[in-house]
């Protein structure tokens, strides 16, 4: 089934798409999340290497479960015809009780159908104290339209 906003992209959709793929992966439900992307996608995640959607969803099943309380924002950086680049931000918590602040970037490509067939991330943690916390909403939820974004925050 088409995933609209389809490609080619412009501003617009673009930003719509990178929305989207924010509050999929803020739901932390891989298999909602695995559906945006191709049945045989390829990832690169960090030094991880998958392809499909069952491996997607058993990754994302992993990582939500040692990502406590984990709220991401995601931010478009450029965009053409059928690609999307993205840097982002996520704060999660150990089960130690260690927060953490990812940053990183992904390069983002997609079919005629508005699926991703390819996401490379590159990602680097930065241990935070808890009082360092900037992304605050309900876990529950998708991070509400009044919360400030990447560049409003200075990330």
């Given at each position: 089934?088409?995933?609209?906003?389809?490609?080619?992209?412009?501003?617009?959709?673009?930003?719509?798409?990178?929305?989207?793929?924010?509050?999929?992966?803020?739901?932390?439900?891989?298999?909602?999340?695995?559906?945006?992307?191709t049945?045989?996608?390829?990832?690169?995640?960090?030094s991880?290497?998958?392809?499909?959607?069952?491996?997607?969803?058993?990754?994302?099943?992993?990582?939500?479960?040692?990502?406590?309380?984990?709220?991401?924002?995601?931010?478009?950086?450029?965009?053409?015809?059928?690609?999307?680049?993205?840097?982002?931000?996520?704060?999660?918590?150990?089960?130690?009780?260690?927060?953490?602040?990812?940053?990183?970037?992904?390069?983002?490509?997609?079919?005629?159908?508005?699926?991703?067939?390819?996401?490379?991330?590159?990602?680097?943690?930065?241990?935070?104290?808890?009082?360092?916390?900037?992304?605050?909403?309900?876990?529950?939820?998708?991070?509400?339209?009044?919360?400030?974004g990447?560049?409003?925050?200075?990330?």
């Amino acid at each position: 089934m088409p995933r609209p906003p389809l490609p080619p992209f412009d501003h617009d959709s673009a930003v719509t798409k990178v929305r989207l793929a924010e509050d999929a992966w803020n739901s932390r439900d891989p298999e909602r999340v695995s559906l945006a992307y191709t049945p045989d996608s390829r990832w690169r995640n960090r030094s991880t290497f998958l392809t499909g959607r069952p491996a997607i969803v058993e990754f994302l099943s992993r990582k939500w479960a040692a990502e406590h309380e984990y709220r991401l924002i995601k931010e478009l950086w450029a965009f053409t015809d059928d690609r999307i680049a993205v840097r982002f931000a996520y704060e999660w918590r150990s089960d130690a009780g260690q927060w953490f602040r990812a940053y990183g970037n992904e390069n983002w490509r997609f079919d005629a159908e508005g699926l991703m067939a390819e996401r490379h991330a590159s990602i680097n943690d930065l241990a935070i104290e808890e009082g360092d916390r900037k992304f605050f909403w309900d876990t529950s939820a998708a991070r509400p339209a009044d919360h400030p974004g990447l560049s409003d925050l200075g990330l």
